[in-house]
């Protein structure tokens, strides 16, 4: 199994803030990497897919980059909106399975 | 714009069986692979199986492969989840998900349900 590391678990921060998260892949997934946001109580929302195209509606502070086994998924300004868990998937063809990271929690500083 | 309603959750005993449906409705069924990714109380995501659109590709966790199995009837736009041998760490809030890809591959989800809630317990 590939294993999807998310850092950090949980990040403090408030509104304005520039957020970066990062997630790592225990195998190069050539840039096969979702980004979802889940609020309380809600289905996951998706917001990026091959590493840094943004999904049809999302806003343009979510951005994606990286390649290989590093990515990472930055909001250039944090709105309240956002206060959310955030997760990130790899869909790597030669990897099995599809597996996503363990969340990181943006919570209000 | 797409929809998926599951059903079928509810409190079984471990060792029994369990089948949830997701009807989808607002797009073609039949032109996407399909998932089902589950989420235990206050636990992350984990995907839990898929299939692609004309069944050819399935594939399954290694945490439930050889008890549950992924169907789908395109049909009736619908697709299963039978859960068998259920095991307490197996409770969650399953949710249908539908991917973005139209090939063999999987990939991501682009729409899902509100989900389905599975608690196995005595």
């Known amino acids: 199994d590939n294993q999807m590391t998310q850092s950090p678990s949980t990040l403090s921060a408030t509104v304005g803030d520039r957020v970066t998260i990062t997630c790592r892949a225990s195998h190069t997934i050539s840039g096969r990497l979702a980004w979802y946001q889940q609020k309380p109580g809600k289905a996951p929302k998706l917001l990026i897919y091959?590493?840094?195209s943004l999904q049809s509606g999302v806003p343009s502070r979510f951005s994606g980059s990286g390649s290989g086994t590093e990515f990472t998924l930055t909001i250039s300004s944090l709105q309240p909106d956002d206060f959310a868990t955030y997760y990130c998937?790899?869909?790597?063809?030669?990897?099995?399975?599809?597996?996503f990271g363990g969340g990181t929690k943006v919570e209000i500083k | 714009e797409g929809q998926l309603v599951e059903s079928g959750g509810g409190l079984v005993q471990p060792g029994r069986s369990l089948r949830l449906s997701c009807a989808a409705s607002?797009?073609?069924?039949?032109?996407?692979?399909m998932h089902w990714v589950r989420q235990a109380p206050g636990k992350g995501l984990e995907w839990v199986s898929g299939?692609?659109?004309?069944?050819?590709?399935?594939d399954y966790a290694d945490s439930v492969r050889g008890r549950f199995t992924i169907s789908r009837d395109n049909a009736k736009n619908s697709l299963y989840l039978q859960m068998n041998s259920l095991r307490p760490e197996d409770s969650a809030l399953y949710y249908c998900?539908?991917?973005?890809?139209?090939?063999?591959?999987?990939?991501?989800?682009?729409?899902w349900g509100r989900g389905t809630l599975v608690t196995v317990s005595s």
């Open positions: 091959g590493a840094s």
């Open positions: 998900a539908k991917d973005e890809t139209d090939t063999s591959d999987f990939w991501y989800f682009d729409l």
């Open positions: 607002g797009f073609t069924f039949d032109d996407y692979a």
């Open positions: 299939m692609s659109w004309n069944g050819g590709s399935i």
């Open positions: 998937q790899q869909y790597d063809s030669y990897s099995p399975g599809l597996t």
